[in-house]
């Protein structure tokens, strides 16, 4: 039998060939799920071909292609630009590919939560970034959604208690804060308004 290529090699009791590669000096494995050895190689070379790729562009490059995918499918090509836009490339656009670990996920995740939103915004993003790189083979590391069940809003507080808040913030905090306790937005939400949004005349926000 034909000696096997380097990063070939099959576990013991298993027909199929096993493929390993290394990105950055960290080794990877996968599992090629056929037992032909051909198909594996040129597998681990598609491999290695997408590492040595991934080493010259950034993230943002893989973003790019994402909205290009919701572009040409019909999908909601405007949420995805949106969430691209507004969470995922200011993070992680510069970063480069094989240099991304699976705290710099986590980290990203900590932040949205800091500035206040759900966990199913939060889950949404880090959905498409995953997906901006299973489009083009990259690994993403594993990581748990959080439990959307449990995201239930806390800490209202009481009219009498409001005012007596209210009556202690600086002038330019008091527009923002009146706004969010009347229409009950989250914090991200209403930093997030522009005036044009905004009509005095007939007290709406579209």
Not at 11 to 22: A, E, F, T, V
Not at 110 to 134: E, H
Not at 177 to 186: D, F, H, I, N
Request: charged share 30%; aromatic share 12%.
């Amino acid at each position: 039998m034909a000696q096997p290529p380097k990063g070939l090699f099959k576990k013991p009791g298993s027909d199929i060939w096993h493929m390993r590669w290394s990105v950055n000096g960290k080794q990877q494995r996968q599992s090629s799920g056929t037992d032909s050895m051909k198909e594996a190689e040129d597998m681990l070379l598609h491999k290695r071909a997408g590492k040595e790729k991934a080493e010259k562009h950034s993230i943002g490059w893989l973003l790019d292609n994402l909205i290009l995918d919701y572009t040409q499918n019909s999908r909601s090509v405007d949420w995805c630009r949106q969430n691209v836009e507004k969470h995922l490339r200011p993070y992680f656009g510069q970063m480069r590919i094989t240099s991304m670990e699976k705290s710099d996920v986590l980290a990203f995740r900590t932040k949205m939560t800091i500035y206040g939103y759900a966990p199913a915004t939060v889950n949404r993003a880090v959905a498409l970034l995953k997906r901006s790189f299973k489009l083009l083979d990259y690994e993403f590391p594993s990581i748990e959604q959080f439990d959307e069940s449990k995201a239930v809003r806390q800490g209202f507080v009481e009219d009498e208690a409001f005012w007596k808040i209210y009556a202690e913030l600086i002038d330019h905090a008091k527009p923002l804060s009146l706004y969010l306790y009347e229409t009950g937005c989250r914090y991200s939400e209403g930093a997030q308004l522009e005036w044009e949004w905004v009509s005095m005349r007939d007290g709406m926000v579209r």
